[in-house]
Nanobody, 126 residues
Framework: QVHLVESGGGVVQVGGSLRLSCAAS????????MAWVRQALGPERVFVAA????????WYADSVKGRFTISIDNAKTTMYLQMDSLKSEDSAVYYC???????????????????WGQGTQVTVSS
C-alpha cells in the first residue's frame, strides 16, 4: 500500500509562516505529479498548489500566488508547502495528493489523483 502522511499543521498568527510536509511511503515509482489541496468549512476541496515532476513545472491558485511555495526533495519522497504571509482565509485542512498521470503541466483535477493523505489542520488566528 502507498501512503501519504501530512504534518506541520498548527495554529499561526496572521502574517506568520508555516511549512507543511507530505511524506510518502510504499511504491512511488509511478508518480509524476503531486499537489496540495485544502478544505475549509464546506465540503469542496480546492487546489492551492500543484507540481509536475517533468520539467518541475508548478501551478498556484490566485489566492496564494506570491505567498505559497510548493517543492519536493531530491529523492521525491517528501513534498513541502511553504506558506508565508498567512491570512485568516487560509485556515483549512490541507491534503497532499499524488498522481500517476504523466505530463509537463501541473494537474488541478481531483479525479486525476490516485493517492491522498489524511490532512493536517492549519488555523490562522488574528
Amino acid at each position: 500500500q502507498v501512503h501519504l502522511v501530512e504534518s506541520g499543521g498548527g495554529v499561526v498568527q496572521v502574517g506568520g509562516s508555516l511549512r507543511l510536509s507530505c511524506a510518502a511511503s510504499g511504491r512511488t515509482a509511478g508518480w509524476h505529479a503531486m499537489a496540495w489541496v485544502r478544505q475549509a468549512l464546506g465540503p469542496e476541496r480546492v487546489f492551492v498548489a500543484a507540481l509536475a515532476w517533468l520539467g518541475d513545472n508548478k501551478w498556484y491558485a490566485d489566492s496564494v500566488k506570491g505567498r505559497f511555495t510548493i517543492s519536493i526533495d531530491n529523492a521525491k519522497t517528501t513534498m513541502y508547502l511553504q506558506m508565508d504571509s498567512l491570512k485568516s482565509e487560509d485556515s483549512a485542512v490541507y491534503y497532499c495528493a499524488a498522481s500517476e498521470v504523466r505530463g509537463f503541466e501541473p494537474i488541478t483535477d481531483s479525479d486525476r489523483y490516485d493517492y491522498w493523505g489524511q490532512g493536517t489542520q492549519v488555523t490562522v488566528s488574528s
